[in-house]
């Protein structure tokens, strides 16, 4: 544990971010495998599921969780797995 007081607040800002990061992730990743679930069992709702996802693979991008090309690397899997089920 730190000593110093700016030491001390740094710790507790990271703590906190790390924690949102950390639902925000999970967030994306519960998003995709529902848009998973949907392409498996029910390809005509899949693509309401779809936007969902974007949305929220977009958001984690504007908060700074995910690197732009990797969200878009995810759409792109996402839109061709969409694709190939209808």
């Not at 544990?1 to 990061?21: D, G, H, W, Y």
């Not at 995709?32 to 977009?58: C, H, L, P, R, W």
């Not at 504007?62 to 792109?76: I, Q, Y």
Request: glycine share 2%; charged share 30%.
């Amino acid at each position: 544990m730190p000593n110093i007081k700016s030491a001390i607040k740094r710790v507790k800002v990271t703590e906190k971010k790390s924690l949102q990061n950390r639902i925000i992730k999970t967030k994306v990743k519960t998003a995709i495998k529902k848009f998973d679930s949907e392409v498996t069992q029910n390809a005509a709702n899949a693509g309401a599921q779809y936007s969902v996802t974007t949305s929220a693979i977009d958001k984690a991008v504007t908060k700074g969780v995910l690197h732009k090309n990797a969200a878009n690397r995810k759409k792109a899997r996402m839109a061709k797995r969409l694709a190939k089920a209808q």
